[in-house]
């Protein structure tokens, strides 16, 4: 075991303090990472919160890693020390069944072990990226290209991915028209991502404060959906939507922007139920579905087309004091558009 600096929350909503927690032993397949950046993603904060259901206390957030290789296990052999590498979502699964020999480990039938608030299969909480040194077994990790900055690469492990993913899932690309609802965390990285795949990108926001950064993060059109007007004038207009947002939406109004055939895919999870009307979907043969994260050679796939085409997170970087003020910030839409955490700058406990 090895002894760590951390942020931690004692309980449901407790605010973050430094602690020391305790990494295990290097295991014949593992990665010792020496953590230097990580994401605040809102999931963070709904679990920290225990918005979410039941979880884990103490808690160490953190599920976008970035960092460089400090030691590897005898039995690694796809990293050496020095290696910029990131983590994501999740630390384990099974490794036998069908989803994880497919690359979708996301979904294995024994349940992919999550970066914080979960159990490994030995029984363990595991303690996520709010701290200086994470250790992850190598088939969890992923490579960082030289061409992206630890900083604006961190919150692609969770916000990059998830919104790839379906981005590539439904076939955006060349002559495709894609609208990214809300340009929050998730939504500035769908369109950056959209737009490189060669997509016809609109963003679909409330109102039109974020217009010229969304012009330059690459959507073509940009509207405030807070005008009903301009709604219906969109109508069977997008052959995809992604929605980034865990707001409460009037599903239907947003069913009926679809192309016959098209596809609204949900990326955010709100807290009540979506009310939708099965004719909007049966009678133009719409798709109203939901996306995970990716699996583990997808999200190195991200990675790579990232550093390709010079895709990063828009960021803010803060120190470890200012965490509880960013959740605030974060819960409020206050930050453009992600809050990355110098890890440097934790203190012992």
């Not at 299969?121 to 303690?127: A, M, V």
Request: charged share 20%; proline share 4%.
């Amino acid at each position: 075991m090895t002894s760590t600096a951390a942020l931690a929350a004692d309980s449901a909503g407790a605010p973050l303090k430094p602690t020391t927690i305790e990494r295990r032993a290097l295991r014949d397949e593992d990665v010792r990472i020496d953590v230097k950046f990580a994401g605040i993603c809102h999931s963070d904060i709904h679990q920290v919160r225990e918005e979410w259901g039941t979880a884990i206390f103490p808690m160490v957030p953190g599920h976008e890693i970035a960092g460089v290789v400090s030691e590897v296990g005898s039995g690694v052999t796809s990293y050496q020390v020095g290696d910029r590498v990131g983590v994501g979502c999740m630390v384990d699964s099974c490794g036998e069944c069908d989803f994880c020999r497919s690359g979708e480990e996301q979904y294995c039938d024994k349940g992919a072990v999550m970066t914080y608030n979960g159990l490994g299969y030995d029984g363990e909480p595991t303690l996520g990226g709010y701290s200086q040194e994470v250790v992850v077994s190598d088939r969890f990790v992923l490579r960082i290209p030289d061409g992206l900055g630890l900083d604006v690469a961190a919150p692609l492990l969770c916000a990059g991915i998830t919104t790839y993913s379906p981005l590539k899932r439904w076939g955006a690309g060349p002559g495709k028209k894609v609208a990214v609802i809300g340009m929050g965390g998730l939504g500035h990285m769908a369109v950056q991502i959209a737009d490189k795949l060669g997509a016809e990108v609109s963003v679909l926001s409330r109102t039109m404060a974020k217009q010229e950064q969304g012009a330059e993060l690459g959507a073509d059109h940009y509207y405030a959906t807070s005008d009903a007007d301009t709604l219906k004038s969109l109508r069977n207009s997008f052959d995809l939507i992604i929605n980034t947002v865990s707001a409460d939406l009037e599903m239907d109004r947003y069913v009926a922007l679809l192309r016959p055939l098209g596809a609204l895919v949900n990326v955010g999870l709100p807290s009540n139920p979506y009310q939708v009307t099965p004719g909007g979907l049966v009678g133009e043969g719409r798709t109203l579905a939901g996306s995970n994260i990716g699996g583990i050679p997808q999200t190195q796939e991200m990675l790579d087309f990232c550093a390709e085409h010079g895709i990063g997170a828009v960021i803010e970087t803060i120190s470890a004091d200012q965490v509880d003020e960013a959740y605030d910030r974060v819960v409020d839409s206050d930050v453009r558009y992600r809050f990355v955490i110098d890890t440097a700058t934790i203190a012992a406990g």
